[in-house]
């Protein structure tokens, strides 16, 4: 590989390696989104048994 | 045909970005010449300037979600403006990495303060990413829906600024392939160049809605919780 196809391929990867990240950001979000409907779920199922 | 962004299906975005980039990927690498000045590395060309020209839209964008916030008050413009400007960010950061390493197989460097290009979008990306500290400083409310719109919309000046800086100082280290008498390439590097630019713009398109309908979710739930508790 030489000095150019080097730079040129980490160039290309920063890119992708960036919109991986975001992609891994947004899914631990949905996660936690998950989490957060499902304990409101819960509490309403709660308030609507007690009431 | 869907008149807005948001008319469009988030997966049909999604899948238009991938088939976009993937399309621009192979022009790239199997149908546009290599550059016979700069060699292989030209090829750098094809990401680092779309995505500079995809966090100048997201600015864009944002300070244009803002003026509609301050002029017609218009419900939810607050939050897109933030995710634009949040988008614009990380495409800005992006910018700034691939022009490093470009800068570093084509003048030996990987930054130099005497190019007005580097230095004016540098202060744009600062300025953008000082937004974030903003609106985490002041408590949520229209208070800081309002401080945010001006600040944004300030920003916005800088973008003409960082875009004309290489033309009106005479920069000679970084390079003007836009001139007054259009693009300073061959047929097919220039269409390589804007299926790029199509991709790169689509996967904002497409960050931008996902992000959008995370925070409007969030919001939601945060709602809810306040009524059931």
């Not at chain 2, 400083?137 to 960082?162: D, K, M």
């Not at chain 2, 390439?185 to 992000?211: D, H, I, K, N, Q």
Request: net charge positive; hydrophobic share 55%.
């Amino acid at each position: 590989m030489t000095t150019g196809e080097k730079y040129v391929a980490a160039a290309y990867l920063v890119v992708f390696v960036g919109v991986l990240a975001w992609v891994a950001i947004i899914a631990s979000k949905l996660s936690r989104l998950e989490r957060d409907v499902e304990e409101l779920a819960e509490l309403a199922r709660r308030k609507a048994g007690s009431g | 045909m869907p008149a807005r962004l948001r008319d469009i299906q988030l997966p049909v975005l999604a899948w238009s970005a991938a088939a976009l980039m993937a399309t621009a990927l192979a022009l790239v690498f199997f149908y546009a010449p290599i550059d016979g000045d700069q060699g292989l590395s030209q090829k750098i060309f094809y990401i680092h300037v779309p995505i500079a020209l995809t966090s100048y839209a997201c600015f864009g964008w944002g300070a244009a979600k803002a003026f509609l916030h301050l002029w017609k008050r218009g419900p939810g413009a607050d939050l897109e403006s933030y995710a634009a400007i949040h988008q614009g960010v990380i495409f800005g950061a992006l910018t700034l990495v691939t022009g490093s390493i470009w800068a570093r197989v084509s003048w030996g460097v990987w930054w130099t303060w005497s190019s007005n290009q580097l230095v004016t979008f540098l202060i744009l990306f600062l300025f953008y990413s000082a937004y974030f500290m903003l609106r985490y400083s002041v408590e949520p409310g229209p208070a800081r829906a309002n401080i945010c719109a001006v600040y944004a919309l300030f920003g916005v000046v800088l973008i003409p600024v960082s875009w004309l800086s290489i033309r009106l100082a005479n920069d000679f280290i970084h390079p003007t392939v836009f001139t007054s008498n259009g693009p300073q390439m061959s047929g097919s590097m220039f269409l390589a160049f804007c299926v790029a630019w199509a991709g790169l713009l689509t996967l904002a398109g497409t960050m931008y809605r996902v992000e959008l309908a995370g925070k409007r979710l969030d919001e939601r739930l945060r709602e809810l919780r306040e009524l059931l508790t």
